[in-house]
């Protein structure tokens, strides 16, 4: 059953299970509001559909294009982070059309569609896709998926820095500057691996170009409140990551951290929200 939680004084989480799509088709707008901070569907894949999943992904089967972050974080990609992409997009929509493909085949069923589906039922039927390249055969990935090895995590960032830089000059002129995400969870370590959610807001970046791929944002955490959540293995989190502080705390255990996640914003023409990875 539905319930809204409010956890530590500043965050409400909607927390539904995927049968109750219909009854929250305004929910994304509420978040956009402000009304809730984050969005739980719980069971968008059933536990018993990801161990295949998480097989397949640990043999690279399909190939996916592999990527890393940055070392120190010990996690890597499968496709094409856009924040750490060659600012000249060169190979990266030729390489966006293969993962496309991969993912497909990496799913019984086309993970593209279900994902954008349970998205676009949050948000009164608004459709959700791929952002659109510069040329009309061309699409941004969709999503990327991670893999945090032990001691693996992200540190403390707001999605909203990130159109500043130079791999979203064509974003910048086609989608709105507030950025949200989503996490799927594919699988969860015995220990660690919470997303942390602290009680900071970061605006709208200025939208003058910068080059850099670190975070800009340099806030003393040791003194904000904060929400842990350990997102369950097939459930998928939503939130407010543009404007709020987040980072993943580090993963503890052995198993590795296995996520599906995407960027998103609105069209400017305020008919889809653009999704990349």
Same mark, same amino acid.
């Given at each position: 059953?539905? =319930?809204? &939680? +409010? ?6 989480? !909607?927390?539904?299970?995927? /049968?109750? #799509? ?78 496309? =493909?991969? &993912? +497909? ?6 993970? !593209?569609?279900?994902?954008? /589906?349970? #998205? ?158």
């Amino acid at each position: 059953m539905s =319930q809204v &939680l +409010e956890l530590n004084g500043f965050f409400r989480l !909607l927390d539904i299970g995927i /049968d109750e #799509l219909d009854l929250h088709s305004q929910s994304f707008s509420a978040m956009r509001r402000g009304e809730f901070q984050g969005i739980l569907v719980r069971n968008v894949y059933p536990s018993e559909a990801l161990p295949p999943i998480i097989k397949k992904l640990e043999q690279h089967n399909p190939p996916f294009l592999k990527t890393w972050f940055p070392e120190a974080f010990n996690s890597w990609f499968y496709g094409q982070n856009l924040n750490l992409a060659d600012p000249e997009l060169g190979e990266y929509f030729e390489q966006a059309a293969l993962f496309h =493909q991969h &993912l +497909e085949q990496l799913f019984p069923q086309s993970a !593209l569609k279900h994902i954008t /589906d349970v #998205l676009s039922a949050l948000d009164n039927g608004r459709p959700f896709c791929p952002a659109p390249g510069p040329l009309p055969d061309q699409e941004y990935m969709f999503a990327t998926i991670r893999a945090h090895e032990q001691g693996g995590f992200i540190p403390p960032h707001c999605e909203n820095e990130y159109p500043r830089r130079r791999t979203y000059h064509h974003l910048r002129g086609i989608a709105d500057a507030h950025v949200y995400s989503y996490v799927l969870a594919l699988s969860l370590p015995e220990s660690g691996g919470a997303l942390e959610i602290f009680e900071h807001k970061m605006a709208i970046a200025n939208t003058a170009e910068t080059s850099t791929e670190q975070s800009e944002t340099e806030i003393d955490i040791d003194q904000l409140k904060s929400v842990k959540i350990r997102i369950p293995p097939g459930s998928l989190m939503l939130f407010d990551s543009g404007a709020y502080l987040h980072q993943l705390q580090p993963i503890v255990s052995p198993q590795r951290r296995w996520t599906i996640s995407s960027f998103m914003a609105m069209s400017k023409t305020e008919d889809k929200m653009y999704c990349w990875g």
